[in-house]
Antibody
Framework: QVQLVESGGGLVKPGGSLRLSCAASGFTFSDYYMSWIRQAPGKGLEWLSYISSSTVYTNYADSVKGRFTISRDNAKNSVYLQINSLRAEDTAVYYC?????????WGQGTLVTVSS | EIVLTQSPGTLSLSPGERATLSCRASQSVSSSYLAWYQQKPGQPPRLLIYGASSRATGIPDRFSGSGSGTDFTLIISRLEPEDFAVYYCQQYGSSPYTFGQGTKLEIK
């Protein structure tokens, strides 16, 4: 079955950086666009970014453009999100998802907390 | 950016009743590129509907989606106890992709 497992979250100070990872299994990873979405505590969903199956195309929400970078390694069945210059408002659960438009399946998420 | 407004914010119904959830877009959603998700506490969202009206794999037929342009609807024909959750719509016809703020479906 499809599995997506995020890791790399944690407590980070404002201005810091993190690299989130998402390990995929149960499907042909290299066939699919992959996306990242976040959800602040008690709030709704915010789409962040997608990357095409071959890494040629990426797209970002304006709120994270220039600070976040999505990448993938098809040999490792993994997608990544590099997040820099973190702010308090970046505190959220970060989900990776299969798909680049509608999101077919989601991981359980990894919590990023930005606080001094 | 397309803003999606969901209504009502909270819907209180009983099992067996019919639920009607609305998602209205600030601009036309191209090609009906609209999806619906269900999220239960402590869980990630689950895709229910894509393309405004196509059910995702494994989704019961009591869930149906309709609409085009700026007005979309999710209907749950007969509520089961496991259907009480938060529902989000998402448009993917125009970047940046956006979600509605959610409708909480609670047991009356």
């Amino acid at each position: 079955q499809v599995q997506l497992v995020e890791s790399g979250g944690g407590l980070v100070k404002p201005g810091g950086s993190l690299r989130l990872s998402c390990a995929a299994s149960g499907f042909t990873f290299s066939d699919y666009y992959m996306s990242w979405i976040r959800q602040a505590p008690g709030k709704g969903l915010e789409w962040l970014s997608y990357i095409s199956s071959s890494t040629v195309y990426t797209n970002y929400a304006d709120s994270v453009k220039g600070r976040f970078t999505i990448s993938r390694d098809n040999a490792k069945n993994s997608v990544y999100l590099q997040i820099n210059s973190l702010r308090a408002e970046d505190t959220a659960v970060y989900y990776c998802a299969r798909g680049g438009n509608y999101l077919l399946s989601w991981g359980q998420g990894t919590l990023v907390t930005v606080s001094s | 950016e397309i803003v999606l407004t969901q209504s009502p914010g909270t819907l209180s119904l009983s099992p067996g009743e019919r639920a009607t959830l609305s998602c209205r877009a600030s601009q036309s959603v191209s090609s009906s590129y609209l999806a619906w998700y269900q999220q239960k506490p402590g869980q990630p969202p689950r895709l229910l509907i894509y393309g405004a009206s196509s059910r995702a794999t494994g989704i019961p037929d009591r869930f149906s989606g309709s609409g085009s342009g700026t007005d979309f609807t999710l209907i749950i024909s007969r509520l089961e106890p496991e259907d009480f959750a938060v529902y989000y719509c998402q448009q993917y016809g125009s970047s940046p992709y956006t979600f509605g703020q959610g409708t909480k479906l609670e047991i009356k």
